[in-house]
């Protein structure tokens, strides 16, 4: 699944490709990835042009000369920019612009969704109201910003950490590594985890955001960033599908979290 690092990273690959191009026809081929009424998201989209592309958390967010369309690609979905025809099953929704070039959304789980919001709701809405503080953009993140919400509950921390009202963007691979380079252990109960393991969770989060986004993210399994793009990240990665702590040596656990595979060290992590 793309986190934070990914879809940045298809940000700034599509930033250089679609910005300034006018839409000037959309196919909706299968309807349930737009999370509004069809013609409402047509009537409001063609004919605009893309003047920007920004980011919240995992949100990506196409801004319009007038309005914006939101996009959120979960599991598979992946952009395709193109002249030529690469319409398969797996593509539901294709932009045509006005240069002859064509957007293509493929997404092989059809989890992925996207709708347009006008500027004055577009952050006092949702989906991006419930989107918490996006460590890479909020230039202020630090532990000041989470500390209360991390502390007043008492699930497991790595369950906290991928909740996306508190922090946005981290997700099962990235929160492995911080909890690691924390020495927190991820069943942790949050309101067991201290003052100063808060502000390392957040120095860690913000390090290793900040690096997988310089490696163009991480490909594991099926993600590629648009254009194909190779993420380096998985290169860098201490435990998330490793077998042994690069510290202590000991044999990491591999666990289930919220049916999450979560890897880490039973020794240094504590
Ligand atoms: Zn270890």
Not at 93 to 115: A, P, S, T, W
Not at 144 to 156: F, M, P, T
Not at 196 to 212: G, H, P, Q, R
């Amino acid at each position: 699944m793309p986190e934070l690092p990914e879809v940045e990273t298809v940000r700034r690959a599509l930033l250089k490709k679609v910005v300034g191009l006018k839409i000037t026809d959309i196919k909706i081929k299968y309807e349930n990835i737009i999370n509004s009424d069809i013609d409402y998201f047509k009537r409001n989209i063609i004919n605009k042009s893309i003047i920007d592309i920004s980011r919240l958390g995992k949100f990506l967010i196409f801004n319009l000369n007038e309005g914006n369309i939101v996009s959120h690609l979960r599991m598979e979905g992946k952009y395709f920019y193109s002249n030529e025809d690469l319409d398969n099953k797996h593509v539901h929704v294709i932009f045509y612009f006005d240069n002859g070039y064509m957007l293509y959304y493929q997404d092989v789980r059809k989890f992925g969704r996207m709708e347009y919001k006008d500027s004055s709701e577009l952050y006092t809405t949702t989906p991006l109201s419930l989107v918490g503080i996006d460590p890479i953009l909020n230039k202020k993140f630090d532990y000041r910003l989470i500390y209360d919400k991390i502390v007043s509950r008492a699930v497991a921390i790595k369950t906290t950490l991928l909740d996306q009202s508190i922090i946005a963007g981290l997700g099962n691979i990235y929160v492995d590594e911080v909890l690691f380079l924390s020495k927190i252990n991820p069943h942790r109960p949050s309101n067991e985890v201290t003052f100063d393991e808060v502000k390392s969770l957040c120095d860690n989060t913000k390090d290793i955001l900040s690096l997988a986004i310089d490696h163009k993210g991480t490909t594991i399994r099926s993600y590629t960033s648009e254009l194909n793009i190779k993420g380096e990240f998985q290169n860098f990665l201490k435990v998330h599908t490793k077998e042994y702590c690069p510290i202590c040596n000991n044999k990491l656990n591999k666990d289930k979290i919220n049916g999450r595979s979560t890897y880490y060290c039973a020794n240094c992590e504590r």
